[in-house]
């Protein structure tokens, strides 16, 4: 190899590095921002809203412990964390797209599923040295998490007024049409996210079977 060869390589790889500290200098401080933006969200609601008040406190005791344990390894796959957070919140304040769309939340329930696969493959792929069985924990674990959600819903409607289970219109209509009130009673909603779930995590596993199948085939090409 060329003497300016070498030197174009080592920049390139110097330059890399840069900016890929630049970006985890950024997300950081995102992850910090998001927190505070958290914060924020509980004081407001504590007195109006006390049901979102207690879903955004579990939100921010999760998100530090998730960040404590895996987020300073690999802030990329924290992000994941972020992301589904985020979109939660969307629907519950700023657009409030749970109270104006009839399928937002289902979207988030089909979407989310899958992020948190991926979530739980960053940060278990390297205690399994079978990738099937991997994938399949990675299904497990986040229809199991679906399942701790639905369960969290109820107990929130139940003891602190929430309305999280059921489909609710408010403000006379919906981006399509004129509707309001609950469109989707809570039975139905429960089983209709449960589907959506199983749907989503199907898709997750559907790709990295494939994903798994061309590198093994790559790996028996390579010999």
């Given at each position: 190899?060329s003497?300016?060869?070498?030197?174009?390589?080592?920049?390139?790889?110097?330059?890399?590095?840069?900016?890929?500290?630049?970006?985890?200098?950024?997300?950081?401080?995102?992850?910090?921002?998001?927190?505070?933006?958290?914060?924020?969200?509980l004081?407001?609601?504590?007195?109006?809203?006390?049901?979102?008040?207690?879903?955004?406190?579990?939100?921010?005791?999760?998100?530090?412990?998730?960040?404590?344990?895996?987020?300073?390894?690999?802030?990329?796959?924290?992000?994941?964390?972020?992301?589904i957070?985020?979109?939660?919140?969307?629907?519950?304040?700023?657009?409030?797209?749970?109270?104006?769309?009839?399928?937002?939340?289902?979207?988030?329930?089909?979407?989310?599923?899958?992020?948190?696969?991926?979530?739980?493959?960053?940060?278990?792929?390297?205690?399994?040295?079978?990738?099937?069985?991997?994938?399949?924990?990675?299904?497990?674990?986040?229809?199991?998490?679906?399942?701790?959600?639905?369960?969290?819903?109820?107990?929130?409607?139940?003891?602190?007024g929430?309305?999280?289970?059921?489909?609710?219109?408010?403000?006379?209509?919906?981006?399509?049409?004129?509707?309001?009130?609950?469109?989707?009673?809570k039975?139905?909603?429960t089983?209709?996210?449960?589907?959506?779930?199983?749907?989503?995590?199907?898709?997750?596993?559907?790709?990295?079977?494939?994903?798994?199948?061309?590198?093994?085939?790559?790996?028996?090409?390579?010999?």
């Amino acid at each position: 190899m060329s003497t300016d060869k070498k030197r174009w390589k080592n920049k390139t790889s110097l330059m890399f590095k840069m900016n890929k500290k630049t970006t985890e200098k950024i997300l950081k401080y995102f992850v910090y921002l998001f927190w505070t933006f958290l914060i924020i969200l509980l004081i407001k609601d504590l007195f109006t809203f006390p049901f979102r008040a207690v879903v955004w406190f579990i939100s921010l005791v999760i998100l530090v412990i998730f960040y404590t344990k895996f987020g300073q390894k690999s802030l990329y796959n924290y992000s994941l964390l972020i992301l589904i957070a985020l979109l939660n919140i969307l629907g519950e304040v700023g657009f409030a797209f749970f109270y104006h769309t009839t399928f937002y939340d289902k979207i988030l329930h089909f979407i989310d599923p899958i992020l948190i696969c991926f979530f739980v493959y960053n940060i278990s792929k390297n205690k399994f040295q079978n990738k099937k069985i991997l994938i399949l924990f990675c299904m497990a674990a986040t229809i199991s998490l679906s399942a701790l959600w639905e369960i969290f819903e109820y107990l929130i409607d139940t003891y602190f007024g929430g309305y999280m289970q059921g489909v609710y219109i408010t403000g006379g209509q919906d981006f399509f049409g004129l509707i309001e009130g609950q469109t989707l009673n809570k039975l139905m909603d429960t089983t209709q996210d449960s589907m959506l779930t199983a749907l989503g995590t199907l898709v997750f596993g559907f790709f990295k079977y494939l994903q798994n199948k061309k590198e093994i085939l790559r790996t028996k090409l390579k010999k």
